[in-house]
């Protein structure tokens, strides 16, 4: 109860990209400028630096970890660039959530994935540790509308081509050892009027089949990109209809009213009680008292604690003490509650 999870990305060194030219932006296309190490040695600095993550989560006493994400470039690119229907040598672009130009994949065919994307990474995290493993995949809604379609012309079918590819790599990320399967949407809370005609669908299609917990992730962006968020969710109801086992929500840096949680009342929540905003590593009395607030509406079976969001603009110092806050602020409440193990 109240077990411990990252609900994704962890800050990947600076010998292997450069962080001077990741601030400020998230990369929808391949970007290998940002990467410090030559082709050839590549893959191997990127375990090296998926152990570095591993272990420090492990270190931290995370119960749910992951890879750190430390093999991409972003949280969507890396999956969306390796499927058929893409133009990679000519993006496409959006008006992005902030209202900026933003370079995305321009979809000229069919949305297909040829081969797995992602199922190396998962295999060398399983070998690597003995915790339960939680790997993420970009959702079919955010795909969709962080793409230039000039295929479909049909932001709902783009969504479900989206989700059938998602939903063949979540099958054999399964398979090679995940126990948690994340969807990332963090686009359905500035597309709320898309989202309510097609999301739950094209969400549920992304995870038909599995067997392993899945989870899906919505937040309002990175801290280091958006310093001003809303304190309430536009589409968080609907994702009750889901077929996920796992609601995952950032609530500290918004400082969210955690009665929304009350709508969620047949899922387990993933609460996030780390605020990404800040550079301080706030104490674990403050993770605690997130927690308490979230037991007020939903018993101690049906939460898991996390940071709000992705850790990878933070410094690594920094966010492994956030680590070990998160970590001892559950161990405060489980103690209370006589539940400690």
Same mark, same amino acid.
């Given at each position: ?5 990252v ?24 970007? &290998? ?8 040695r590549?893959?191997?600095? &990127?375990?090296?630096?998926?152990l ?15 890879d ?10 890396r999956?969306?660039? %390796?499927?058929? +229907? ?15 130009r933003?370079?995305?994949p321009?979809?000229v ?22 915790r ?13 509308? &962080? ?18 590819? /998602? ?14 399967? &994340? ?9 709320? @009027? ?9 969400i ?10 899945? %989870?899906?992730? /919505? ?11 809303p ?20 609530a500290?840096?918004p400082?969210l ?5 009350? @709508? ?15 550079? +301080? ?16 509406h ?13 850790m ?23 103690r209370?509650? +006589?539940?400690?193990?």
């Amino acid at each position: 109860m109240i077990e411990t999870t990252v609900v994704g990305s962890y800050p990947q060194p600076d010998w292997l990209i450069d962080r001077s030219r990741l601030a400020g932006r998230v990369p929808r296309v391949r970007d &290998q400028a940002l990467w410090r190490v030559a082709p050839d040695r590549l893959e191997a600095a &990127q375990d090296e630096a998926a152990l570095l993550a591993i272990r420090d989560m492990e270190r931290a006493g995370v119960d749910v970890i992951t890879d750190g994400e430390v093999r991409r470039e972003s949280y969507s690119n890396r999956f969306a660039t %390796a499927l058929e +229907g893409i133009d990679l040598e000519r993006p496409g672009s959006i008006v992005n959530r902030l209202g900026k130009r933003s370079v995305v994949p321009r979809i000229v065919g069919p949305v297909h994935r040829p081969r797995p994307v992602l199922v190396r990474d998962v295999e060398f995290l399983r070998a690597a540790t003995s915790r339960r493993i939680r790997v993420t995949l970009p959702g079919p809604f955010t795909l969709a509308q &962080q793409a230039d379609d000039e295929h479909y012309r049909d932001d709902e079918a783009l969504a479900i081509a989206f989700a059938e590819a /998602v939903n063949a790599e979540a099958k054999d990320v399964e398979a090679a050892g995940a126990d948690v399967i &994340q969807l990332d949407e963090p686009w359905l809370e500035s597309r709320v @009027e898309a989202a309510r005609r097609y999301a739950v669908r094209a969400i549920n299609r992304a995870l038909e089949g599995l067997e392993a917990t899945t %989870a899906v992730h /919505v937040c309002f962006g990175y801290a280091a990109l958006v310093s001003h968020k809303p304190g309430r969710y536009a589409f968080l109801t609907p994702l009750a209809d889901t077929a996920a086992t796992q609601i995952s929500i950032e609530a500290a840096q918004p400082r969210l009213d955690v009665g929304v949680l009350a @709508e969620l009342a047949n899922k387990t929540v993933v609460l996030g009680v780390l605020d990404l905003g800040s550079a +301080g590593v706030e104490p674990a009395e403050t993770v605690a008292d997130r927690i308490r607030a979230a037991l007020r509406h939903l018993p101690p079976s049906r939460l898991v604690a996390a940071p709000d969001c992705g850790m990878k603009y933070l410094e690594r110092d920094v966010a492994f003490g956030k680590l070990c806050a998160l970590v001892e602020g559950a161990r405060l409440v489980r103690r209370e509650l +006589g539940i400690d193990t």
